[in-house]
């Protein structure tokens, strides 16, 4: 998958449509630690600049689920998990988010735990959807089962540390910030999601604040609303899909801003998103007036922690991280995961006039080497990577088509 994946995964109407359930006596309701701890560390793997925790529902294998700040309750987004969920419905309802598509149904179970490493939760409310309309693991090569993230976000103070792929939970009693920790910037939690104003976009010249949501969910680095707003598309941009929500693929456009300052942290030639109104620009509008959301591109450049009690943020800069320049995909073609594993990648999209298109690709292609290297042994993330650094780099491949093996390079070009 090369696209930006956008994932804002949730509409509002969501948010509180869920009756809480009668609590156990004997349980403590939502999440806590297994044993009182000061603090304790979660390992996730870190695919598209998602945040990827092993969890359990009730029984469960080990599944999963992305932590995404800007989802408001927990929601099972592969259908094969309600197996293991508590069937006793009690309603279906509908669901909205951004794209083009039509609303969809999904059914509230209550009454359920939902574990993860040294933490656990009994009683939780889970948004089961009817079908696996999203089709995450295909786009992140690697199961994919939900996504959660307001529960956990208001229970604990939640460092993200992208370096080591690791969160480290603490009681809010037991965080007290530090300026080693990083610099600390007040954000608001607005229906359940953080929201960050300390936010300057700078483009032809012209300085302007915003204000953004802080989306783990997202994998791109800065989404911008051109609608609701008098921000202007950059001068160069380029057509793309950039991925997909509830109401489907989200269309728009790719341009680079000449600087984003957040707090006292400057980035140059930001790559950033700008949805259509049809998929997203009118339902960025009802969201507590924001601007757009900075995601995992942006995000994985620090050690980033969350603060819901007491509303703030803490970012603390990782050097080499922060130095990287921001690279769009410079092949043409996008890919999806496939196969019980998702370890085998088919070609889903060729741009027209891209490389991959010049090197005769077609859609259906399946990527069996790519630089003398097979691709199975690679995960969807590092394939992506390839495609999207260092311009001017030859890519050979080795695709199956039908019965045909077919041979074919490119040079990589930079669209935007």
Request: positive net charge; charged residues 25%.
């Given at each position: ?224 609303d051109t609608y609701s707003s ?70 994985r450049r620090f050690v980033v ?112």
């Open positions: 998958m090369n696209m930006i994946k956008l994932l804002f995964l949730i509409a509002a109407s969501l948010l509180h449509l869920v009756p809480i359930c009668a609590r156990a006596q004997q349980k403590a309701f939502g999440f806590h630690m297994v044993q009182k701890r000061k603090s304790v560390r979660v390992p996730f793997k870190l695919h598209a600049n998602l945040v990827i925790v092993p969890v359990q529902i009730n029984d469960s294998d080990t599944l999963q689920f992305i932590l995404d700040s800007g989802v408001g309750t927990i929601i099972v987004t592969d259908p094969q998990v309600s197996r293991f969920v508590d069937k006793g419905y009690s309603r279906t309802v509908t669901i909205d988010g951004v794209g083009n598509e039509a609303s969809r149904k999904a059914n509230v179970s209550i009454g359920n735990t939902f574990k993860m490493p040294h933490i656990q939760a009994f009683d939780q409310n889970l948004v089961v959807l009817e079908s696996d309309m999203l089709k995450l693991s295909e786009f992140l090569g690697t199961p994919i089962h939900g996504i959660f993230g307001y529960e956990l976000f208001e229970r604990f103070v939640i460092t993200i540390d992208f370096r080591r792929q690791e969160l480290i939970l603490r009681p809010p009693d037991h965080y007290r910030y530090r300026p080693k920790y990083g610099d600390k910037l007040p954000i608001q939690i607005v229906n359940r999601r953080p929201y960050l104003s300390a936010v300057q976009i700078t483009e032809k010249g012209e300085e302007k604040n915003v204000q953004v949501l802080l989306d783990t969910g997202a994998g791109h680095a800065l989404m911008l008098s921000i202007a598309l950059p001068e160069k941009v380029v057509r793309v899909q950039l991925g997909v929500g509830l109401g489907g693929v989200v269309s728009g456009h790719l341009g680079r801003l000449s600087k984003l300052q957040v707090g006292r942290f400057e980035l140059h030639d930001v790559l950033s998103s700008f949805p259509d109104k049809s998929s997203f620009g009118s339902k960025i509008n009802s969201m507590s007036g924001r601007q757009g959301n900075i995601g995992g591109e942006l995000l922690t969350f603060h819901y009690r007491d509303q703030y943020v803490v970012l603390k800069p990782i050097k080499k991280a922060l130095k990287e320049t921001f690279e769009h995909d410079m092949s043409g073609m996008e890919l999806r995961a496939k196969g019980d594993k998702y370890t085998s990648y088919e070609v889903d999209h060729v741009k027209e006039d891209s490389p991959a298109y010049h090197a005769g690709i077609q859609k259906g292609d399946k990527i069996v080497f790519i630089n003398d290297t097979q691709a199975s042994n690679l995960s969807l993330t590092e394939i992506n990577k390839t495609l999207q650094h260092k311009e001017g780099k030859e890519i050979n491949l080795v695709l199956k088509r039908g019965d045909q093996l077919v041979f074919t390079s490119f040079i990589l070009k930079r669209t935007i």
